[in-house]
């Protein structure tokens, strides 16, 4: 099994990561023995993957920075780099090998003081490995002037350090930034693909393994969950019988009430876990008493915390609550397709009762409307508007058509 078996439905970007890995094998090879280094080398110092949610674009980086830190000795007998069981390979991809840092956020954005630090590892050369590989995988999340101090490490990068950027689109990264990087586009994975992953890779049984994958039209980490979490299917289950309950003004606010309920709950869950330990973990550190109490002058220290515990709970809400909007969107997908006769297969073939219900009782041009205000609310919500007034307005507009 090589590094790259979890690129699902990515033949193209799977051949430039490979061929780039077999450049990258040939220059450190050529360093080290003191030969000179090939030049039409297909390795370059920083990547940008982009492409849809759930295609793989962290999956991606992180199987190119194993293949970078391939260490078999089949490469010697022209063997491609990433093999996915050498030392290099195995502790690249369970985030244990010192030369391959991946960075991801549970928070809104990455900040000045975060990237300055990321700036600062990446002037070191290689600790043990081939390389120092930065996997960014929400290149997306940084702020401008987070953008700026990262722009500065890829204008004058170090001589083995690769920065792997991950983002949803090429307008999510500075002009300047992805001018200087190579660009690989990722699309979303064939439904037949995911299923088959869902059943090699996690065990999932393939009727359950092909549900999951066709309603979520692909994305691999939604499948996964959908598949593996009874708690998610419920959710999903209760999201798409909200279009039958807003037939009356008070079931659209009771509708809105629940689904931030529930978001705020899929944050609650998450978070306290977290939380807790992360807390004990700083008393530690910072000398705490038996009795609980701190020592003077880490109050300070306790706060900036808590602050980021509470902004991590508020981006989780968020994704709680967009994954809501995401599958509501699909069911009205698939509500405009039947009533447009189409031949495209319905991903939630489960909900077909209420597929047919809402397809019979409207028309075509009043559920393009209800998907419009679906993104509507999806906006409001990045544009920090309270998500209780933005999903309120949302059931309205569904009601209204």
Same mark, same amino acid.
């Given at each position: 099994m090589t590094v790259w078996d979890d690129l699902v439905g990515q033949d193209r970007v799977r051949e430039q990561l490979s061929a780039a890995a077999r450049?990258?094998?040939t220059l450190v090879t050529a360093h080290s023995a003191g030969k000179p280094v090939p030049t039409g080398s297909k390795m370059t110092h920083a990547w940008l993957f982009t492409g849809p949610p759930g295609s793989g674009r962290s999956t991606a980086a992180r199987a190119f920075a194993a293949a970078l830190q391939c260490v078999s000795p089949d490469r010697a007998l022209g063997g491609e780099p990433g093999c996915g069981f050498c030392d290099g390979c195995h502790t690249s991809l369970i985030g244990t090998h010192a030369d391959v840092e991946v960075v991801r956020t549970d928070l809104l954005s990455i900040g000045v003081k975060e990237t300055r630090e990321l700036v600062r590892r990446a002037q070191l050369s290689p600790a043990g490995g081939r390389w120092q590989a930065i996997v960014l995988e929400d290149a997306d999340r940084l702020t401008e002037g987070a953008g700026n101090v990262l722009l500065k490490a890829v204008e004058e990068p170090a001589p083995r350090t690769v920065w792997l950027l991950c983002a949803p689109s090429l307008e999510d990264v500075l002009p300047t930034i992805r001018s200087r990087c190579r660009h690989l586009t990722l699309r979303t994975p064939p439904v037949d693909a995911v299923a088959d992953v869902l059943v090699r890779r996690d065990g999932v049984d393939p009727e359950r393994a092909a549900s999951a994958a066709r309603a979520t039209q +692909?994305? *691999? +980490?939604?499948?996964?969950?959908?598949? $593996?979490?009874?708690?998610?299917? #419920?959710?999903r289950a209760a999201v798409l019988?909200?279009?039958?309950? &807003?037939?009356? *003004?008070? +079931?659209?606010?009771?509708? !809105?009430? /629940?689904? &931030? =309920? $529930? !978001? $705020? %709950?899929?944050?609650?869950?998450? #978070? %306290? %876990? *977290? =939380? !807790?330990? /992360?807390? %004990?973990e700083l008393k530690a550190a910072l000398g705490a008493a038996a009795g609980g109490r701190m020592p003077r002058g880490t109050a300070g220290v306790m706060k900036e915390l808590e602050d980021r515990q509470k902004r991590r709970k508020t981006r989780t809400q968020r994704d709680s609550l967009d994954l809501a909007l995401t599958e509501l969107t699909g069911f009205y997908r698939d509500v405009l397709a039947m009533q447009m006769g189409s031949r495209i297969a319905i991903a939630n073939t489960d909900a077909q009762d209420a597929l047919d219900r809402v397809a019979g009782s409207s028309t075509a041009e009043r559920t393009l409307r209800r998907i419009e205000a679906v993104i509507a609310c999806r906006r409001a919500l990045d544009r920090n508007v309270a998500p209780l007034l933005a999903v309120e307005a949302m059931t309205m507009a569904l009601r209204a058509g």
């Amino acid at each position: 099994m090589t590094v790259w078996d979890d690129l699902v439905g990515q033949d193209r970007v799977r051949e430039q990561l490979s061929a780039a890995a077999r450049d990258a094998d040939t220059l450190v090879t050529a360093h080290s023995a003191g030969k000179p280094v090939p030049t039409g080398s297909k390795m370059t110092h920083a990547w940008l993957f982009t492409g849809p949610p759930g295609s793989g674009r962290s999956t991606a980086a992180r199987a190119f920075a194993a293949a970078l830190q391939c260490v078999s000795p089949d490469r010697a007998l022209g063997g491609e780099p990433g093999c996915g069981f050498c030392d290099g390979c195995h502790t690249s991809l369970i985030g244990t090998h010192a030369d391959v840092e991946v960075v991801r956020t549970d928070l809104l954005s990455i900040g000045v003081k975060e990237t300055r630090e990321l700036v600062r590892r990446a002037q070191l050369s290689p600790a043990g490995g081939r390389w120092q590989a930065i996997v960014l995988e929400d290149a997306d999340r940084l702020t401008e002037g987070a953008g700026n101090v990262l722009l500065k490490a890829v204008e004058e990068p170090a001589p083995r350090t690769v920065w792997l950027l991950c983002a949803p689109s090429l307008e999510d990264v500075l002009p300047t930034i992805r001018s200087r990087c190579r660009h690989l586009t990722l699309r979303t994975p064939p439904v037949d693909a995911v299923a088959d992953v869902l059943v090699r890779r996690d065990g999932v049984d393939p009727e359950r393994a092909a549900s999951a994958a066709r309603a979520t039209q +692909g994305h *691999i +980490g939604r499948a996964r969950r959908l598949a $593996t979490d009874e708690r998610a299917r #419920s959710r999903r289950a209760a999201v798409l019988k909200l279009p039958l309950r &807003i037939e009356e *003004i008070g +079931g659209c606010f009771k509708a !809105a009430q /629940e689904l &931030i =309920d $529930t !978001a $705020t %709950e899929d944050a609650k869950q998450v #978070s %306290e %876990e *977290i =939380d !807790a330990k /992360e807390t %004990e973990e700083l008393k530690a550190a910072l000398g705490a008493a038996a009795g609980g109490r701190m020592p003077r002058g880490t109050a300070g220290v306790m706060k900036e915390l808590e602050d980021r515990q509470k902004r991590r709970k508020t981006r989780t809400q968020r994704d709680s609550l967009d994954l809501a909007l995401t599958e509501l969107t699909g069911f009205y997908r698939d509500v405009l397709a039947m009533q447009m006769g189409s031949r495209i297969a319905i991903a939630n073939t489960d909900a077909q009762d209420a597929l047919d219900r809402v397809a019979g009782s409207s028309t075509a041009e009043r559920t393009l409307r209800r998907i419009e205000a679906v993104i509507a609310c999806r906006r409001a919500l990045d544009r920090n508007v309270a998500p209780l007034l933005a999903v309120e307005a949302m059931t309205m507009a569904l009601r209204a058509g």
